[in-house]
C-alpha cells in the first residue's frame, strides 16, 4: 500500500483516503466522490476495527459483504479498495496508544469509554499505511471529525481533512450501516431521532439560545416515541463542545444524539450557524 502511494506521490498524483467499515452505502460512495474530486486516486479502506468497539456492543455481528462493497467501490471511483485483516492490522498486538483528549470526554465518549483511542489508532495506523494527501471523514459521525482533525493538528500528519455532508434516507433517516439491523416498525420509528434535531434546529433559528430549553424539545419530541431510549439530545459549541446555559449570537451550534432503537443504536447531528 505504501508502495503504490509512493509511486503517486513521485508521479505527482494526490492520493485521497476514504476509512470506512464496510457494508458500503450512499453516505460512504458519497465520500469517494468527493475524494474523486480532490485527488488523483482514491483508496477506500474497508476495516471494521476491533479496537473502537466495547466488550458489550456489536463488533461480532457487524455487518459484512465484501462482494457487494468491492462493486460498489469500484463503480464509484475507487482506485484501490485496501481490506487488511485484524490479524494484519494488528499483528502481535499494540503497545502504543493513541488518545486524543478534550474533544472526546463526552457524548459517544461517554457511553462508549474506549471508542475514540480505538478511531484515533486505527486512522493513525491507516494514514501511515496509505499516506494519503487528503482524507475524507463524513458528518454523519460530528464528534469523530473533531477528533481526527484535533488528532491531524497535534500530531502534524501532512494530510488535509475533507469533511462531507451527511446522506440521508427520504424520510430524513441518516444512511448508516447498522439500519440493517432495525425491525420493521423500529425502521418506521427510526426517521424521529433527526425529526427532533431539525425541531430544535428550527427553534434555534427562530431565535431561541438557552441551552436547557433547546435540550427539552430534543427530550420532548423523542419521548412521543416509545421505542426510542434517548441515551443524549443536547445542544453543544460545534468547536468545542461545550454546553454553555446560552449560546451567543455568531455562535456555531451542534445538536447531537444518540439513542437505542431496539438493540440498535443510532447516532445523529444537526449543525446550525446562528
Ligand atoms: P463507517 O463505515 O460507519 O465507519 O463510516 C465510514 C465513514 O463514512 C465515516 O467518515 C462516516 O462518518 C461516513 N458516513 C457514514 N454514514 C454516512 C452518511 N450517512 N453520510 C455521510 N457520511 C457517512
Known sequence: ???????????????????????????????????????????????????????????????????????????????????????????????????????????????????FDGVSLVVSKLFNIVLPDVAVFGQKDYQQTLVIRRMVRDLNFPIEIFIAPTIRESDGLAKSSRNTYLTQPERAAAPRLHASLTKAAEAIRGGLADRAAINKIIADEMATEPLFRLDYGRAADALTLDEPDTFSPGSEIVLLAAAFIGKTRLIDNELIKL
Open 1 to 115: 500500500m505504501q508502495a503504490y502511494s509512493k509511486e503517486c506521490s513521485r508521479s505527482g498524483l494526490r492520493v485521497g483516503c476514504v476509512p470506512t467499515m464496510g457494508f458500503l452505502h450512499e453516505g460512504h460512495t458519497s465520500l469517494m466522490h468527493a475524494a474523486r474530486a480532490k485527488s488523483d486516486r482514491v483508496v477506500t479502506t474497508l476495516f471494521v476495527n476491533p479496537t473502537q468497539f466495547g466488550p458489550n456492543e456489536d463488533y461480532e455481528q457487524y455487518p459484512r459483504d465484501f462482494a457487494k462493497d468491492s462493486r460498489l467501490a469500484e463503480e464509484n471511483g475507487t482506485d484501490i479498495l485496501f481490506a487488511p485483516e485484524a490479524a494484519e492490522m494488528y499483528d502481535g498486538g499494540n503497545s502504543t496508544s493513541v488518545a486524543v483528549s478534550g474533544v472526546t470526554n463526552k457524548f459517544e465518549g461517554s457511553t462508549r469509554p474506549t471508542h
